[in-house]
């Protein structure tokens, strides 16, 4: 099993910026990619980015420019730095770590509202 622990959601005006943190324990050997997903009401759960574990990165189109991933092996921490905040990025974040041969592991999610 892998646990996952996300902080550093909250309220911010458009523009603000955030940082999400996704703390994970338990059997992390062999999870080799680690990403944010948000889910806004009504709207189905989306790929926002997302860090392989030799460092490779994926960012949504919707963020790219905007927001950067990025780890700490040694903390075995995953950050989500997001600047110039819309209120189309309004969701709850949720972390996520796929484990080779035993599929993915999710966090219980952080809200991030972005007032306009």
């Known amino acids: 099993q892998v646990q996952l622990v996300e902080s550093g959601g909250g309220l911010v005006q458009a523009g603000g910026s955030l940082r999400l943190s996704c703390a994970a324990s338990g059997s992390i050997f062999r999870v080799n990619v680690m990403g944010w997903y948000r889910q806004a009401p009504g709207k189905q759960r989306e790929l926002v980015a997302s860090i392989t574990s030799g460092g490779s990165t994926y960012c949504a189109d919707s963020v790219k420019g905007r927001f950067t991933i990025s780890r700490d092996n040694a903390k075995n921490t995953v950050y989500l730095q997001m600047n110039s905040l819309k209120p189309e990025d309004t969701a709850v974040y949720y972390c996520?770590?796929?484990?080779?041969?035993?599929?993915?592991?999710w966090g219980q999610g952080t809200q991030v509202t972005v007032s306009s």
């Open positions: 996520n770590a796929n484990r080779a041969g035993k599929g993915d592991y």
